[in-house]
């Protein structure tokens, strides 16, 4: 409900400024071409796919879904960067793409100065994963079990969880085996199979914790997690920073006011309306949508520039 609540507020904000009138104005010259940086079937693929079907619904606009994956979102940054900027073409990526892993290619071309950023859907419910009914199921089991000098084998997905790891690891006094993997499904699947002990997944745990499958044995955002509201923070067991995130909408840069405010506001009234499709998968998977746009979202998109910048002097000094 909290989340809804500030979804609100984003969308009564947008109705009282001039991008409102340009938004009702705009619309496509065609069809829209919808980048997903995600494997196709897993959660945050489904979420862009529904916002998609839920937009046409709404409005009567064409998006056309294509998987574009790869080099933790890159792939697709650097391909977006190449398409008009007319509203035509947009990309659905999380906010380390942007403000992390941009940071360490250092392609000037892919930073989020070169780019529109359109509107956040929900914000990372971002925790560390293992079997709940496994060796690993508690922070306690993790300790005692690399204190005696088992391997704890530690799934990531991107360059930034690889280094939220080693990080965590060297705060805590443990030497984490880790496995980079293609996402947050292909944690889960590799620690279901037991080729991984534990690893960061951002909301596609929610149903396998709710079932008593998993446990999230602790939390990795400055909130607690809609699923384990008792799990301890990493922040409380060492690590200096979070691992905090938004999946997000972006353009090619450059995009015309009225263009951004008539894609904002179609991404957040589909995620607002608690009986589209798009709104229920993110309240059941990702503690409900978070609408971020306009200048509120520039801000956030240039502090977790400066905390990337933060944490890649932590892990390289």
Do not use: C
Request: overall charge negative; glycine content about 10%; cysteine-free.
């Amino acid at each position: 409900m909290k989340h809804f609540a500030r979804n609100l507020v984003v969308l009564a904000t947008l109705a009282t400024t001039p991008l409102a009138a340009f938004a009702e104005e705009w619309s496509p010259s065609g069809p829209i071409k919808l980048m997903i940086g995600f494997a196709a079937g897993g959660g945050a693929d489904t979420q862009a796919r529904l916002i998609a079907e839920g937009i046409e619904a709404k409005t009567g606009w064409s998006i056309l879904p294509e998987q574009v994956t790869g080099n933790s979102g890159l792939n697709l940054a650097k391909a977006l960067a190449a398409e008009p900027n007319d509203g035509t073409a947009i990309g659905m990526v999380v906010s380390e793409t942007l403000a992390y892993n941009a940071m360490v290619v250092g392609d000037p071309e892919l930073q989020a100065d070169k780019f529109t950023l359109l509107a956040t859907t929900a914000a990372f419910q971002l925790g560390l994963v293992a079997m709940a009914d496994g060796a690993f199921s508690d922070w306690d089991k993790v300790k005692t079990a690399a204190e005696a000098g088992t391997p704890v084998r530690f799934g990531t997905a991107t360059e930034r969880q690889a280094d939220m790891a080693y990080h965590f690891g060297k705060e805590t006094g443990i030497d984490f085996n880790i496995v980079s993997v293609a996402g947050g499904k292909e944690i889960m699947n590799g620690i279901r199979a037991g080729d991984l002990d534990i690893g960061w997944v951002a909301g596609a745990q929610s149903k396998a914790v709710s079932q008593g499958e998993m446990t999230n044995i602790a939390t990795a955002i400055p909130t607690p997690l809609a699923e384990s509201p008792d799990a301890p923070s990493i922040i409380d067991l060492g690590s200096k920073f979070y691992l905090d995130g938004y999946f997000m909408f972006i353009a090619p840069g450059g995009m015309p006011d009225e263009a951004r405010a008539a894609l904002a506001k179609a991404i957040s009234e589909v995620l607002n309306d608690p009986d589209s499709q798009a709104g229920q998968l993110v309240t059941r998977g990702f503690g409900g949508p978070t609408v971020v746009i306009g200048d509120e979202l520039d801000a956030i998109i240039a502090k977790a520039s400066e905390d990337a910048k933060a944490l890649r002097e932590a892990v390289t000094e």
